[in-house]
């Protein structure tokens, strides 16, 4: 970013045809499951996380650290982790809504070309503790904003994220050598999608409906 | 949005320019403390509110809830929370730290003409459980996503957005009168900006200074 001051740049404005195509990219970007195997360009993740460092933290404290997980061991870590609370999840569905999930596909661990895990450094100085003494949780929340961007920048490039919780936190942590002190936010898949959809996957397969907004006014 | 089947819209593509201009975007978003006092436009919360809603939520649960905060007696228990827990704050910190931290302009509670709590509905059955059996936290985060994309179809109006976490959650939700199953996730002020920026606020006052990435490849 550059240095405001004299000579620095005009503020932008954004048009109404920027305001549509905004809007758009929100309406279209999905909780992608569904990859093609085919490599991302080189460098185009690098250019997608330097977007997302952009979002806000609390007391600028930029918690966040990303882990490109790329071994066939860790990723496979993570595949038996999502197997095993996949298994405890089912069963804890019953008649109908057991059936339901058990049709559901839930992650691309298997297919991504791309996978992240994204912590929050629990230890960090950075920010000198501002803005989060009575919400301590906003430390965590900074680095949620940044998955938040990466997801719109990925869609921008027609990139597919998938945000995978079903997973044991701990154990991905651990299997992947990251400090006791990082605390896992979330594991991402992204590559190119085999589909583009404004319908979110789990409304089509019947699993949940929108609702209307509950706006207390 | 759309139903996908046959007759339904193309899937949208992202041009060069659009990119570009997502990008400075991200760069001129910031957390803003300086309001003007005018009022925003009739209807204007709402189509920002519209578009927060597209955010992914775990499981599609949508757990956000948004709260207006116009009455001046509940706008009052705000700042009186946000004096305590800046008084509090100010003395942890001691010589130069805290002569810095005295100086800065934390919150634009008195001058922003709208105001939200924004809460995490705890007790909603909306996604069935669906990816936080072991992660629960993903709830919070799906409403940390929603206000990310708030943040950023304001700024796309022009409109600024600060995040107010120098408060005492159960207090601000107690004097909000909303129910005790809400989490409250973000208190946030709206207005125009007194001025544009691309450097973030903490940056200019020398609270801190950006770092680089830590990736871990």
Redesign the interface.
């Known amino acids: ?4 001051g004299p000579g ?2 005009a ?4 048009d109404e045809a ?2 549509a ?9 999905r ?1 992608v499951r569904r990859f093609r195997r085919d490599a991302l360009p080189e460098g185009l993740v ?1 250019t997608l ?3 997302a ?4 933290s ?5 918690p966040w ?4 997980v790329t071994a066939p061991e860790q990723r496979a870590a993570v595949q038996a982790s999502f197997a095993r ?1 996949n298994a ?2 089912l069963a ?2 019953e008649g109908e ?1 057991a059936r339901l ?1 058990a049709g559901l596909k ?1 992650a691309g661990l298997q297919e991504a070309p791309e996978q992240l895990a994204v912590f929050c ?1 629990h230890g960090t100085q ?10 301590p ?2 430390l ?2 900074s680095v ?2 940044a ?3 990466l ?3 990925a ?4 990139v597919g994220l998938g ?1 995978v ?5 701990d154990a991905v942590r651990e299997a992947l050598g990251a400090p006791s002190s990082w605390k896992l ?2 594991y991402l898949c992204l590559g190119w999608p085999q589909e ?5 996957e ?3 397969a019947g ?2 409906r ?2 209307g ?5």
């Not at 460092?53 to 806000?56: F, I, M, V």
């Not at 650290?65 to 490109?68: A, S, T, Y």
């Open positions: 970013m550059s240095e405001a620095a740049e503020p932008p404005r954004f920027f305001a195509q905004f809007k758009t990219l929100l309406a279209w970007r909780d690098e996380l330097d977007q460092e952009l979002a806000p609390v007391g600028y404290s930029q650290r990303w882990l490109r609370c405890a999840a804890d569905y809504r999930y839930l450094d950075q920010g000198h503790g501002l803005g989060r003494r009575t919400m949780e906003m965590d929340y949620v904003a998955i938040t961007q997801w719109l920048a869609r921008v490039q027609g945000w919780s079903i997973l044991e936190p936010i979330a583009a959809q404004d319908v979110p789990l409304v089509r699993w949940e929108s609702r907004s509950l706006r207390g006014w």
